[in-house]
């Protein structure tokens, strides 16, 4: 090929080798011919080539010659580029570490809950007494109902409507105190409880027992095979009422059901219970109670004020 002779063929600007005016290298010296941009072509040279394996062996595509290329022509240069669903996982696990980083930055700090045990559920390993939530009223602490049967609370004879003035030697006046007293005292510790019902000063002791426990006694009276006992009365009607003339509190009855045990036996709308079957009675959540946990078909004593009489009224109990 004569360049001077052929217009097809030029030579090479770099080792001035003639070659066909169309293609855009060397392929003796891989020699690039200056393409605009948009036609850029990437060539890659290999150094270590020894100059006398240039030559006709040293076209396009063969490994050992100074550049490799397709042979279906030029190979582009392309840029790595991450597909839709890359970008997607990408921006998920941004979205998640900023949201954890979030929390943990606003989460204020705090301590190990402590669940103090009266009468809820819980898995701590607390004192468990075994009555209903505390509340605080004038004098100390009070509960609306002692459970199960059974648990420490009943065994020391509290009942519900009694003021806790004293645990534990610590004098006891907010619901918080009494929650925070509990949740320091170890299982199975026997503690003296200073508490005020009608009016007079009383103590008793009482051991403490784990919530596993609790849930034991709990069990053995949900599943007694006695069942549980029926009075017959609504209960949603009943009210807690003090007592004229004295420092003590009843349950005055609301509706009376027809032929169920209460009605069989005289009770009337009206009357106000103040002890059942030897319990005393000064809240609506204690009656029910002790309703419940009765034997069925047995003959408990109901005390009940009706006017200005106190009455003593056998009933016998039905089967809820």
């Known amino acids: 090929m004569n360049p001077e002779t052929d217009p097809s063929v030029t030579n090479c600007g770099n080792c001035h080798s003639p070659m066909p005016r169309e293609l855009r290298f060397c392929r003796n010296c891989g020699f ?4 605009g941009l948009a036609e850029y072509t990437e060539t890659v040279r290999f150094q270590d080539v020894p100059a006398g394996a240039r030559g006709k062996n040293s076209s396009a595509g063969f490994a050992g010659g100074p550049m490799a290329v397709s042979h279906g022509g030029p190979i582009k240069k392309r840029r790595g580029r991450l597909s839709g669903m890359s970008w997607l996982f990408i921006g998920l696990l941004v979205f998640f570490v900023a949201a954890a980083a979030f929390t ?3 989460r ?4 190990p809950a402590v669940n103090v045990e009266f009468g809820g559920r819980s898995t701590s390993p607390v ?4 009555v209903d939530n505390f509340d605080t009223t004038d004098g100390g602490v009070t509960f609306d109902n002692v459970e199960p049967p059974g648990s420490p609370a009943d065994k020391a004879g509290l009942v519900g409507g009694d003021i806790i003035t004293s645990f534990d030697g610590r004098v006891v ?3 918080d105190e009494m929650t925070d007293l509990l949740a320091r005292t170890p299982i ?3 503690v003296d409880v200073v508490f005020i019902r009608d009016g007079a000063a009383q103590t008793v002791k009482l051991t403490t027992i784990s919530r596993a426990e609790g849930e034991r006694l709990e069990e053995v009276f949900d599943n007694r095979p006695a069942g549980r006992a029926q009075f017959g009365y609504e209960d949603g009607e009943d009210e807690r009422v003090p007592v004229p003339n004295t420092k003590m509190f009843g349950v005055r009855l609301g509706e009376i059901l027809a032929n ?8 009337k709308e009206g009357d106000i219970v103040i002890e059942f079957d030897g319990i005393p009675i000064r809240t609506t959540g204690e009656f029910l109670s002790r309703v419940r946990r009765a034997e069925p078909y047995s003959t408990i004593k109901l005390v009940v004020i009706r006017g200005l009489e106190t009455l003593e ?3 016998k109990m039905g089967k809820a």
């Open 313 to 315: 009224i056998p009933v």
């Open 104 to 106: 943990a930055i606003v």
């Open 188 to 190: 199975g510790k026997t």
């Open 173 to 175: 006046t907010t619901d």
């Open 32 to 35: 690039r011919l200056g393409e």
């Open 127 to 130: 004192s468990f007494v075994g």
């Open 108 to 111: 204020p700090s705090r301590s």
């Open 260 to 267: 169920r045990p209460a009605d069989i036996a005289g009770v």
